[in-house]
Antibody
Framework: QVQLVQSGAEVKKPGASVKVSCKAS????????MHWVRQAPGQGLEWMGI????????SYAQKFQGRVTMTRDTSTSTVYMELSSLRSEDTAVYYC???????WGQGTLVTVSS | DIVMTQTPLSLSVTPGQPASISCKSS???????????LYWYLQKPGQPPQLLIY???NRFSGVPDRFSGSGSGTDFTLKISRVEAEDVGVYYC?????????FGPGTKVDIK
């Protein structure tokens, strides 16, 4: 069965970076794009970007351009999302989701606090 | 960016009664390939969203048949024929015809 298992919760200081991983299993990793979506506490869903695990190409939401980097490791079927220059407003649960957004990871809480 | 709106934003339903949620997009979600890229998700408390309906009216694997989707172009509806206690949570519509993907604000459903 399709599974997306994300790394654990993180606490970061403002200005730092965070790197969240998402390990896929149960399907051919390179056959499906992977999205990243975040959800601030008590808020809705916000799309951050997409990566093609096959070739590594990416497309990011304009809001995150310059601060987000999505990468993948085909040897371990894992995608990564790194967000830099963290601020308090980046406190959220970060989800990976297989394109066409059918399966989701369990989420990773990133807390940004001084 | 395509703006997604939902009505109502909250809904309180008696078990066994029907419920309906409307979703509207600022642009048509009909692609030249003939598909309409409108999806519905349910996020239960403390869980990630789960896919209910894809491409307007197709139930995802394991989704009960009390859930149905309809609509075309820019206007869409999710219907629950008989609400059950396990259906509580926030329902989101989403478009994937173009990047950035965008979600509706969510409709919170609870049980009376």
């Amino acid at each position: 069965q399709v599974q997306l298992v994300q790394s654990g919760a993180e606490v970061k200081k403002p200005g730092a970076s965070v790197k969240v991983s998402c390990k896929a299993s149960g399907y051919t990793f390179t056959s499906y794009y992977m999205h990243w979506v975040r959800q601030a506490p008590g808020q809705g869903l916000e799309w951050m970007g997409i990566i093609n695990p096959s070739g590594g190409s990416t497309s990011y939401a304009q809001k995150f351009q310059g601060r987000v980097t999505m990468t993948r490791d085909t040897s371990t079927s894992t995608v990564y999302m790194e967000l830099s220059s963290l601020r308090s407003e980046d406190t959220a649960v970060y989800y990976c989701a297989r394109g066409p957004i059918d399966y989701w990871g369990q989420g990773t809480l990133v807390t940004v606090s001084s | 960016d395509i703006v997604m709106t939902q009505t109502p934003l909250s809904l309180s339903v008696t078990p066994g009664q029907p419920a309906s949620i409307s979703c509207k997009s600022s642009q048509s979600l009909l692609h030249s390939d003939g598909k309409t890229y409108l999806y519905w998700y349910l996020q239960k408390p403390g869980q990630p969203p789960q896919l209910l309906i894809y491409e307007v009216s197709n139930r995802f694997s394991g989704v009960p048949d009390r859930f149905s989707g309809s609509g075309s172009g820019t206007d869409f509806t999710l219907k629950i024929s008989r609400v059950e206690a396990e259906d509580v949570g926030v329902y989101y519509c989403m478009q994937s015809i173009q990047l950035p993907l965008t979600f509706g604000p969510g409709t919170k459903v609870d049980i009376k």
